[in-house]
């Protein structure tokens, strides 16, 4: 790696290898860090896996001047059978970081930590299927993901730093895999500029992957015939491979455009989510930012960052949702409050408070990095004004 020497002590990388997946909320996580670090002038190569992108997430990409993309459609460690897939793409991010020559490898999975990477690993724990079955399935994750278990485990011992995206999350991991990791914790952020409150309209609305188990749908559909407001479902139905998923009772949307779901969200009253399992809940900030009153799920990792800020019914409560949805839809003063409590609360998720703290992390494997590696020549630094 190379660095310039100043007065000063602190380290910014100047280059970044990030994987990324075409799929979920990792992607626009992805380009909300990136778009946030372009002020320091740091570079972001994204590595894309899970799938081809879509014509409108290429010119997302198109629109970040910090990054430059390298596309595959490798499978990702929680899909089925996905072991060859994950090898390949291993020696394929290696080719890439050989181009690339990155300070920093930001993982956003475990599997490819092991690698043997030329720069420090930080790896970013958007989710687990360990602790997915557990909130879900009500167990432990079967047998047939063992090598899952061993594989994350070998990422999670082999990572300079692990980032999780709240306390829920880090809890999880430690859970799951022991605590003998170094796991802080760094919440999204999502640009308030890209969200706006409009007159609010008679509706409820969720969204998310419809096809994961973890988001609840089929909850909405019981809910819907106890309420006097039409609910509205968006997201993707198909989960990769298999067939599509149908919604009943409420009105589906489908995949929509990040443009449209902020509209949608603008106009909406009450955003619901009777998530089973969701480590911090990118849907849930935009809502809240778009002055969405917010009924959530009372899991851990919504108490955390909602806390005072949402109404919380358990995940398996159709009755409790109806009845707190209705509660909000008669009273239109207290609606209005949870409006604004949660669009106060979201706008302490700034995408600069989260660049702020990803830099200190970089800068915390930097160091270990240099400080654990016997014979290393000193540390020359640089420090870039944002």
């Not at 380009?31 to 799938?51: D, Q």
Request: charged content about 20%; proline content about 5%.
């Amino acid at each position: 790696m190379r660095f310039m020497r100043t007065q000063t002590s602190s380290v910014l990388p100047r280059k970044i290898l990030m994987t990324v997946d075409s799929i979920g909320g990792v992607w626009t996580y992805a380009l909300e860090l990136a778009r946030a670090l372009e002020p320091y002038g740091i570079e972001i190569a994204f590595a894309s896996m899970g799938g081809r992108l879509s014509r409108e997430q290429y010119d997302q990409v198109v629109t970040r001047k910090n990054v430059r993309l390298f596309e595959s459609a490798y499978r990702l460690e929680w899909m089925e059978d996905p072991w060859d897939d994950v090898d390949r793409a291993g020696d394929w991010l290696l080719q890439v970081a050989a181009r690339v020559r990155p300070d920093i490898i930001h993982l956003n999975g475990y599997s490819h930590a092991v690698l043997p990477w030329n720069a420090p690993v930080l790896v970013v724990a958007h989710s687990c299927v360990l602790s997915w079955w557990r909130a879900v399935k009500q167990g432990d994750a079967p047998s047939r993901y063992d090598q899952y278990r061993a594989r994350v485990a070998a990422g999670l011992a082999a990572a300079n730093l692990i980032v999780a995206p709240s306390v829920a999350m880090r809890d999880a991991l430690a859970a799951d895999y022991g605590a003998n990791f170094n796991c802080i914790v760094v919440p999204n952020g999502r640009d308030p500029r890209l969200f706006f409150c409009d007159a609010k309209t008679d509706l409820i609305f969720s969204c998310g992957r419809l096809w994961d188990e973890a988001k609840n749908v089929r909850l909405l559909e019981r809910v819907a015939s106890r309420i006097t407001w039409r609910i509205a479902v968006a997201g993707d139905c198909q989960y990769p491979g298999r067939s599509t998923v149908v919604v009943h009772n409420v009105r589906c949307l489908g995949r929509i455009p990040p443009a449209e779901i902020a509209q949608q969200l603008a106009r909406t009253a009450i955003f619901v989510l009777p998530a089973h399992y969701e480590p911090f809940g990118l849907s849930v900030l935009e809502a809240a930012l778009s002055c969405c009153a917010l009924v959530l799920a009372d899991i851990p990792s919504f108490r955390e960052t909602w806390h005072g800020s949402a109404i919380f019914v358990p995940s398996d409560d159709a009755t409790g949702f109806a009845n707190a949805l209705n509660n909000l839809i008669e009273n239109t003063r207290r609606r209005q409050d949870y409006g604004r409590r949660a669009r106060v609360r979201a706008l302490e998720f700034s995408p600069h408070r989260m660049a702020s703290e990803y830099l200190a992390a970089y800068r915390t494997c930097i160091h270990e990095e240099f400080a654990s590696v016997p014979g290393k020549p000193p540390l020359v630094v640089e420090e870039v004004a944002a």
